[in-house]
């Protein structure tokens, strides 16, 4: 077990918290992270978080987590839980963990603990290993020039564009939506859908937003229920179809197994479509407030993979990670009881600099290392989609647009956990 969590009965010890809790300042904190100013940089912000102390009280219960090495930890010990269903039905009717979307999301990969998450993940098998990506890559790379040709032509003759809109939108749908055999026509609703769903996976969900997850996730039950009849009936040689006949094999009821094949599907969607948009669009933003380093890389694109985990560290797309402790612990010196909650502030974790020399200046040169893809069991299974998305896109660009260049300030949805740039507007300089 590494230094810094140690897992043993909880004793009464004072909170290591320095200087101390300031509840106001840290409510005042999370508001300003939601308006414009925190959006656009919330780097400042996370340095006044970390100033705090690395374990803070939250002010609506459990803790906050700033180092990236006490996250890091939690994210690979085996002792600390994501919040499955037993623990959300235990938080009591009326709380946001019993709402119908939340209740869903416990049923996906991200919500399951061990033994039931060992059962899936091997049910789902090597979704993106390497023979995978090689024939994703081929779609991934003509998804790619289709959509930079529409994007030269929006720009044609001094024209601006929106690039979120245009390009970041569009490729992990053609992506992911390609690879499952779902129609382009359903790629629109699919993207609606998930963009109302990730309010569940928020860290404060009002109970609008909660309602707008709640009708995004019944009508994506509706959806993938029904593709998965229609491959159960027509089978072929895709995803759905292996994962129906391997749960066949594992589920005797042929009603559950769709199910957990359905769960499958909408785990893989939800987890491609929101995060990967935003990489994409911050990766474009992030390089053209650095001209400099963009130049760098036109002549030296053999670093475009470096600089995609920098955009990765730096803006991370998932900015807080939660997990529960399975029993009375103790977090670096820290009592933390049975089921209680630690939100790991990954956003500020992958900006410490105990971890990383200038952490608050983008270089696409330094050997990036990040918790943006999560760690432990629930590393994330898209990350070789992800940066094989991030990595041709920025090899087109180079290529073929070299001179794009943000025209006016991007515009942000006021998220804390999920970033989502809603428009990054561009022209070719």
């Known amino acids: 077990m590494k230094a810094g969590v140690i897992v043993e009965p909880a004793v009464a010890a004072p909170r290591a918290v320095t200087p101390p809790f300031d509840r106001r300042s840290v409510v005042s904190l999370f508001s300003r992270l939601r308006k414009p100013g925190g959006q656009c940089n919330p780097l400042p912000l996370y340095a006044e978080l970390r100033s705090m102390g690395n374990i803070i009280p939250a002010p609506w219960g459990g ?8 996250c890091d930890q939690v994210l690979r010990n085996k002792a600390w839980l994501v919040p499955d269903g037993d623990w959300r039905a235990r938080q009591g009717a009326g709380t946001r963990w ?15 603990n061990p033994p039931h998450h060992t059962k899936v993940r091997r049910s789902a098998g090597n979704m993106f290993d390497r023979k995978s990506l090689e024939s994703i890559k081929v779609m991934v790379e003509q998804a790619t020039d289709n959509l930079l040709d529409r994007l030269s032509r929006a720009l044609r003759n001094g024209g601006e564009a929106d690039f979120s809109a245009l390009v970041s939108e569009e490729l992990p749908v053609m992506a992911i939506g390609g690879w499952l055999g779902i129609p382009p026509g359903d790629f629109a609703l699919l ?12 860290l404060l969900p009002s109970a609008s937003q909660l309602a707008l997850s709640d009708a995004a996730t019944a009508g994506l039950r509706e959806y993938f229920m ?15 179809s292996g994962w129906i006949r391997t749960w066949d094999a594992l589920e005797p009821d042929p009603e559950a197994a769709d199910e957990a094949v359905y769960f499958l599907a909408l785990f893989v969607v939800l987890a491609a479509l929101e ?27 053999q670093h475009v993979a470096g600089a995609v985990e920098e955009v990765l560290r730096y803006d991370s797309p998932t900015h807080v990670v939660s997990r529960v402790a399975g029993d009375d612990l103790t977090l670096a010196g820290v009592p933390v ?4 909650m630690v939100h790991l502030m990954v956003g500020a974790a992958n900006h410490d600099p105990a971890q ?3 952490p608050d200046i983008f270089d696409i040169r330094r050997k990036a290392t990040h918790l943006s893809f999560s760690g432990g069991i629930h590393y994330c299974l898209g990350a070789p989609l992800a940066r094989l998305e991030a990595t041709t896109l920025l090899t087109g660009l180079l290529r073929r647009i070299p001179h794009l260049r943000v025209s006016r300030e991007p515009e942000w949805a006021p998220r804390v956990a999920f970033r989502r740039l809603t428009a990054l507007h561009v022209v070719e300089s």
């Not at 803790?63 to 006490?70: G, V």
């Not at 019993?98 to 999301?105: I, N, P």
């Not at 995060?275 to 036109?298: A, G, K």
């Open 191 to 202: 993207r609606e859908f998930t963009h109302d769903q990730v309010f569940a996976q928020e």
């Open 226 to 240: 029904a593709l998965v009849a229609r491959r159960r009936e027509t089978p072929g040689d895709d995803p759905v």
């Open 63 to 70: 803790q906050l987590l700033t180092s990236f090495e006490l």
């Open 356 to 358: 990383h020399t200038d």
């Open 275 to 301: 995060t990967t948009s935003n990489l994409l669009s911050t990766m474009v933003w992030l390089l053209s407030e650095h001209p400099l380093q963009m130049e760098w890389l036109r002549s030296h694109p």
């Open 337 to 340: 009881a049975k089921d209680e």
């Open 98 to 112: 019993t709402a119908a979307s939340s209740r869903e999301m416990s049923k996906t990969l991200p919500g399951l």
